[in-house]
């Protein structure tokens, strides 16, 4: 105990305790992301992934969000420019505008696109072998339910990008294939994973498409920033009822 003259007391902690202290801390730091892949990884044994594959899935899920893969660039054909006493922004035909045209870049998310539509796949695939030929005809009114759900909660946002809820793609997907399945199982848990993978794809990436030219945004990611959570979050839900 150190005293000061103001009557305030500063105690100092021994080596020990600031050696646990920090112990503590890396434990925290390294247990939690570990009890989540487990979790994660637990439900997705249960759509028949063994646990090392289940985790290896949801690592290249979560490492594949940081690479873009550029598929296509939309130019624009209008730029903004700001009057010189501080009015208002307008658009002007970038004819007759000095500054040069935005270019937008469509690119595809490896770990929110496409390591979901091949892991939908091969459920899908695993599924049909031991299930009858209806579960095609419950996937798509499935993902038909989900796209419309997502494009109607998406919003595009000038300067931002597309932006799609959370959870709601989740939780739609989820529902929809308890009740199209009607029974907690392989094929709920497929339908919901399937819908929930292309439905959010479609709904909140695809079908947006049309307005990222005006979105003033270098880049627009399917299945990356602004859809990447969305996905993930449907894929853990989706498999938590298999």
């Not at 931002?160 to 094929?187: D, E, H, K, M, N």
């Amino acid at each position: 105990m150190i005293p000061m003259s103001d009557g305030v007391h500063f105690y100092s902690a021994g080596p020990l305790s600031v050696l646990g202290i920090i112990i503590v801390i890396g434990l925290i730091v390294l247990i939690i992301p570990l009890l989540f892949l487990g979790l994660i990884g637990e439900a997705f044994t249960r759509l028949g992934f063994s646990w090392i594959a289940a985790v290896v899935v949801v690592l290249l899920m979560l490492l594949g969000s940081f690479i873009n893969i550029p598929l296509w660039k939309i130019r624009r054909d209008t730029v903004r420019i700001s009057h010189e006493e501080g009015m208002s922004m307008t658009t002007v035909d970038t004819a007759w505008a000095d500054t040069p045209v935005w270019d937008t870049i469509i690119s595809l998310n490896f770990g929110g696109a496409v390591i979901p539509v091949a892991v939908s796949l091969y459920f899908l695939y695993r599924a049909l072998l031991v299930s009858n030929s209806s579960l095609v005809e419950y996937v798509i009114a499935g993902i038909l339910i989900v796209a419309a759900v997502a494009y109607v909660t998406t919003r595009s946002l000038t300067g931002v990008g597309i932006r799609s809820p959370l959870f709601i793609p989740g939780l739609t997907a989820l529902l929809v294939g308890f009740f199209l399945s009607g029974q907690i199982g392989l094929s709920a848990g497929v339908i919901a994973f399937v819908s929930g993978v292309f439905g959010t794809l479609l709904g909140a990436n695809i079908a947006h498409l049309p307005a990222a030219k005006n979105l003033e945004v270098p880049q627009i990611s399917i299945g990356g920033a602004g859809t990447f959570g969305a996905v993930f979050i449907s894929c853990i839900l989706s498999a938590l009822i298999a």
